[in-house]
Structures are given as structure tokens and as C-alpha cells.
């Protein structure tokens, strides 16, 4: 399988003399096609800032990013904001912890807000609405606005939101971090679900043993460094096999 996500030698410093904090310390890793790669650590071990940076959402200060074969930074590869809102676009989807979703939208709505950036075709972009609510469950609540919705139902509206444009790469942040427990291990699962259905390749950060247990494999940071690399089958044999049961 080729790789998707090309990580090297990123570094990313806040600050700087005796108050600089290296949020992201000398990471490389890559992320194979279609692997759903979960990204845990303590909190402010620099998990949401390597998102950010590999979603294009902030720059680097050193090392190469390469996503789908483009690179996004390294040395001598600086781009406009332009240039990297075009690539953020194409190539990636993003689910935050607080859904982000447009209050006075309905779900068929917010979902279809990228499709309509891109200039999608109207008869298309209902189609693939329509599509992707079905495939989270949301089929009967395509009129509801967010604020008539539960938690882990809007939750299930951004996640159509970031599947719409057919991106290469899922970047979900806490995905159901302000999920209770119960709602949050829907969400999960239906996460792995769609990540399968869709063949994306998905970075998840998350605090969540469930999601570490569907993942292909985890990637722990600790002050910024790569600490541990752990693919289902080595962390436990049969890992795959309960994730598989569990979607
Ligand atoms: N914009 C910023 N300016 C200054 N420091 C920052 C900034 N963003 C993050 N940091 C610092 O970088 C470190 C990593 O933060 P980050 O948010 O990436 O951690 P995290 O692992 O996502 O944490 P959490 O699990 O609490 O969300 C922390 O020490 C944080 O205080």
C-alpha cells in the first residue's frame, strides 16, 4: 500500500529562549493508504498541534510534510495561504470536538457546504448529501438544524460535512470529546465504519481506549516526540479481529 502521509523531521516551537515550548519535536512518520491511525498522548503533548500541521491549518518551523503525493511544506516549499487553502480543501476533511457546524443550516445543508464551495453540480451535491446522511444514520433528520439535534448527532452531521468532498485524508481532533461515553463509542464505531466505506485515510487524535482499540494502529507522542508506533496486531493479538466485531 503506498503512503498517503509523509511526515519528516516536523518541528513546531511556540515561543522562544527559556519559554519556547516544542509542541511538535522532530515527528516522522508515514501513514499508509486507507489506515485509520489513531493519535493519543497527554494533554499538551502536541497531538492537535501535528493535526494542524499535517491538515495545513498551521506551518512548520523545519521538517517536510507530504500528503497524496504533494507536498504541503519543507525546505524551500513555502506556500501562500491561497495555495495551501486549495490543498487543504482537496485533499482533506476535518471533524472538530465542537462539530462546528453552521446553526442556521439544516443537516442536508451543512453537509452540502463544501460541495457547494467546489461548485458542485445541485442535482450531484443532493445526491451525495442524501448518500452520506444515509451512511451516518441521519437520513430522517436531513431538515433538523444543529441546535435540534443531539450531541452525537451533530457530531454525525460533521462527519458527512468532512466525507462530502471525497478527501483523501480524515482529520478528526477529540472527535467525541464532548460526547458521553456512550454516544462517543457510536460515533467511534461509525467512524471506522465510514473511513472503510469511504477508503480515506484518517488521523484520529483521542483520548479514547475504544478508538485505540478499532484503529489500525496508534501513534503515542509525549512532549512533542514520537514516543511509541503500535500497529492492532502487535499491541494484542486479536485487537483486529474485536475492532472488526465491533463496526
Ligand atoms: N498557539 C500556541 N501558542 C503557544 N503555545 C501553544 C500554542 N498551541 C499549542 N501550544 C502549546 O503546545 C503544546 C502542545 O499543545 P497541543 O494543543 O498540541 O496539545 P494536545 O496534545 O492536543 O493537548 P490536549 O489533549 O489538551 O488537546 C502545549 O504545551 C501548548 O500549551
Sequence with gaps: M???????????????????????DDVSFTVPEGQLCAVVGRSGSGKTTLLNLI???????GGRISVDGKQLAGPGRNLG??????????????????????????????????????????AEREARVELLLNMVGLGGHTKQRPGEMSGGQQQRVALA?????????????????????????AVMRLLRA????E????????????MMELADRVI???????????????????????????V
Design 2 to 24: 503506498r503512503d498517503m502521509i509523509e511526515v519528516e523531521g516536523l518541528t513546531r516551537t511556540f515561543g522562544s529562549g527559556a519559554n519556547a515550548v516544542h509542541a511538535v
Design 55 to 61: 491538515g495545513g491549518l498551521d506551518k512548520p518551523d
Design 81 to 122: 495561504e491561497k495555495e495551501l487553502a486549495a490543498l487543504r480543501r482537496d485533499l482533506f476533511g476535518f471533524v472538530f470536538q465542537s462539530f462546528a457546524l453552521i446553526p442556521i443550516l439544516s443537516a442536508a445543508e451543512n453537509v452540502g457546504i463544501p460541495l457547494r464551495l467546489r461548485k458542485t453540480a445541485v
Design 161 to 185: 460535512r468532512a466525507l462530502a468532498n471525497s478527501p483523501r485524508v480524515l482529520i478528526a481532533d477529540e472527535p467525541t470529546g464532548q460526547l458521553d461515553s456512550e454516544t462517543g463509542r
Design 194 to 197: 465510514v473511513v472503510a466505506a
Design 199 to 210: 477508503n480515506v485515510t484518517a488521523l484520529v487524535a483521542t483520548h479514547d481506549p475504544l
Design 220 to 246: 503515542t507522542i509525549g512532549d512533542g516526540k514520537l514516543v511509541a508506533d503500535t500497529e492492532a496486531g502487535e499491541a494484542a493479538p486479536g485487537l483486529s479481529a474485536a475492532a472488526g466485531a465491533a
